[in-house]
């Protein structure tokens, strides 16, 4: 399956999270064995949840963190089953892990032993990271995109010296004037 | 003078004693010579954890420190005391005495026999379970390796070795339950408990919060009161579990565990007696002027370790708690004297939540809840060294106390995270907040100021200005005892 471009989504923690109609259309219309997680309208939800929504409103998928003892953290995400494949997914498990990166936990976990389609899942989950075996925990180094932030300009990266608005002045690089030497800005 | 006579003579044992064995290379009290695979297999693991201790555990070099070895499992007197070289210490296998008739107390295998071994349903659960305690416990050794170069006194600094040394024993007390209980995968989590390092970018420990560095020892006194605390709590529940392996491993880490937090209510309580000393004499509140640690400063050390530990548990409600419960792999602190049916399908409680900007309440079920009854359990415990402390205040006949904050405040995990709560509980708005928070929790400033008090103290019997001596000694030995014999370059 190709996915398409991730739809920007808007990401809201709930509060107070129930089980109602739209966690009964995008969670219970999952295949049967994918969830686990027997509600009625109404009951209050264990974990920390967070719903997806298109621009309208609409909500498109839910993610939940379970967090117990030492940085324990299983998280569940899904996705309005009219509405996989346009890379929502993805974009809920960035969030997702976005939200234990804050919670100052370093690894996720997820199990999908029972799910009907586990072998696609497990594809899926290990193209995006996760490493484990189909029947057991599948786990996650969250927050380490080191590479990408390499790449990405330091936070105290100085600002090139604008030698035009500083005629006279002693910036890095101008040696001539007496400025100190940044070999980075060096002006020949 | 003989060891003996040195040393003094090891605490008389009068509980049921199952003898641990020295002779092996491992030494153990779970008749290891009679596997001689899984013997093998840890034997091969040793060398890797010797390395481990070697590269990242404390750095002072030393010749040898007086440390508590564990000879017995007993009700009581257990353990030996001499001066051994800290890379010889006798890490070993040790569980709490096994009980035949043992049955679960919870969930829904109450009433049946306790496991010998993992049932295939809960191995991956059990598995993880044991694997985030592991991590937890090279953590605090990775992160307080530096430590000693600060040390206030000799007698301090034996006490920071003994909790390494401990913590490095629980961990192969998880190692141990890896390999014997869940084959290949078991010995590749052993394996990745000593690749994952506190504060390494590309395989960190599983929480934030052991990844940094402990910089002082107020800091490692804190760590010791309310982070250790903290395992022992989560020990108290493992210890219940139905998986009796687990469980008895736990009951005689609980039996460790005593000492690590008495090296830190003692350590702040000196901490605070020095401090209230120079108040009662200036008539005014101490500054770090005075050469100790002001009391707001540690208010603030106070607030964030508290905090940070608070979030150690998780959310408040966890479908994988309660399931864990059900399952009978983890029960509730001291399960057997709560007065209830232990098995919690029909119980509910009250949680507090932050709606509007106000705190409120609602009831949820029980089950659900077990994070939040294991915490409110720890933070019921913690009042208690904080009264502790507050002792010394009302003695020097001050009128300022410590207090523990609210249990909102600086929360990042569950119902708090994401809401700005002042110690004193009140619901802020984020501007409000920042503006405070200084006040609150200790500035870049003031932990460079305490830094700076960190002045090292090798000489026996004296101790850094800002702490106070202790009242006695380690196993009755006099404080200005030589518990640790530096190396000369430790001393240099």
Redesign the interface.
């Known amino acids: 399956m190709v996915e398409r471009a991730a739809p920007q989504l808007v990401w809201t923690?709930e509060?107070?999270p129930v089980w109602n109609a739209d966690k009964q259309r995008v969670i219970g219309g999952a295949p049967e064995g994918t969830f686990t997680l027997s509600f009625a309208d109404g009951d209050?939800?264990?974990?920390?949840w967070w719903a997806a929504r298109t621009s309208d409103g609409t909500v498109v998928g839910f993610g939940r963190?379970?967090?117990?003892?030492?940085?324990?953290a299983?998280i569940l995400l899904a996705v309005d089953p009219e509405r996989q494949g346009e890379g929502i997914g993805s974009s809920i498990l960035q969030h997702l892990e976005d939200e234990v990166?804050?919670?100052?936990?370093?690894?996720v976990?997820n199990?999908i032993?029972d799910h009907p389609r586990r072998d696609f899942v497990h594809d899926w989950l290990v193209v995006r990271g996760f490493r484990g075996?189909v029947d057991?925990?599948l786990r996650k180094?969250v927050g380490?995109n080191?590479a990408a932030r390499a790449d990405s300009k330091p936070a105290h990266a100085e600002e090139p010296y604008d030698v035009d608005s500083d005629p006279g002045g002693q910036g890095p690089g101008r040696e001539d004037k007496g400025g100190y030497v940044n070999v980075d800005q060096h002006n020949y | 003078m003989t060891v003996t006579e040195r040393t003094g003579a090891a605490p008389r044992p009068t509980g049921p004693l199952s003898k641990i064995d020295y002779s092996e290379r491992i030494p153990n009290n779970v008749n290891l010579a009679a596997d001689r695979r899984l013997q093998r297999a840890l034997e091969s693991w040793q060398p890797q954890f010797i390395d481990w201790w070697k590269t990242l555990g404390p750095s002072l070099p030393t010749k040898d420190v007086y440390l508590r070895t564990a000879v017995a499992v007993g009700r009581d007197g257990w353990a030996h005391f001499e001066h051994v070289p800290m890379e010889e210490y006798r890490w070993g296998i040790f569980l709490a005495e096994q009980d035949p008739d043992r049955t679960v107390q919870f969930g829904k295998h109450k009433g049946k026999e306790a496991w010998q071994e993992v049932p295939g349903e809960h191995?991956?659960d059990l598995?993880?379970?044991i694997v985030?305690?592991g991590?937890?416990e090279p953590a605090s050794v990775e992160q307080q390796r530096v430590l000693g170069n600060t040390a206030p006194s000799i007698y301090d600094l034996r006490n920071l070795f003994q909790v390494n040394v401990e913590e490095g024993r629980h961990l192969w007390a998880m190692v141990y339950l890896l390999h014997a209980y869940f084959g290949r995968?078991g010995r590749e989590e052993a394996e990745q408990l000593l690749k994952r390092n506190s504060g390494d970018?590309?395989?960190?420990?599983?929480?934030?919060?052991f990844?940094e560095e402990t910089t002082d020892w107020l800091q490692f006194f804190m760590f010791t009161y309310f982070t250790d605390r903290d395992g022992k709590f989560?020990l108290g529940?493992l210890k219940e579990s139905a998986f009796d392996p687990l469980a008895r491993t736990c009951e005689f880490m609980l039996k460790e565990e005593a000492h690590h937090m008495f090296v830190g209510t003692t350590g702040v309580q000196r901490t605070v007696e020095r401090t209230a000393e120079v108040m009662k004499e200036a008539g005014r509140p101490a500054t770090f002027e005075d050469g100790v640690i002001p009391l707001d400063v540690i208010q603030k050390y106070l607030n964030f370790q508290f905090s940070?530990s608070m979030?150690?548990?998780?959310?408040e409600?966890?479908?994988?708690?309660?399931n864990?419960y059900t399952s009978g792999l983890k029960g509730r602190w001291q399960e057997t004297r709560r007065k209830d049916d232990h098995v919690l399908l029909e119980g509910s409680r009250s949680m507090n939540?932050?709606?509007d900007g106000q705190i409120k309440q609602?009831i949820?079920?029980m089950l659900?809840?077990l994070?939040l009854d294991?915490r409110d359990e720890y933070v019921a415990d913690c009042a208690n060294g904080v009264a502790r402390w507050n002792q010394e205040l009302e003695e020097a006949g001050l009128n300022d106390r410590l207090f523990l904050p609210h249990e909102g405040f600086n929360r990042?995990?569950?119902?708090y995270?994401?809401h700005f709560v002042s110690p004193a509980g009140e619901v802020l708005d984020e501007a409000a907040y920042d503006g405070l928070v200084s006040q609150w929790l200790p500035t870049s400033e003031d932990r460079e100021a305490v830094a700076a008090l960190m002045i090292p103290e090798y000489e026996y019997g004296k101790f850094a200005r800002w702490i106070a001596p202790p009242k006695s000694g380690i196993n009755d030995q006099p404080v200005e005892f030589d518990y640790v014999h530096l190396a000369e370059e430790g001393v240099a």
């Open positions: 923690r509060e107070n209050a939800l264990p974990g920390d963190i379970d967090l117990t003892w030492g940085g324990d299983e990166v804050s919670q100052g936990v370093n690894y976990h199990r032993s075996p057991s925990d180094r380490s080191w | 191995r991956a598995m993880r379970l985030v305690q991590d937890t995968e970018l590309d395989s960190p420990r599983i929480l934030g919060a990844n989560q529940t940070v979030d150690l548990f998780g959310s409600q966890s479908t994988n708690a309660g864990y939540y932050v709606e609602k949820v079920p659900s809840a994070n294991l990042k995990v569950g119902g995270a994401g």
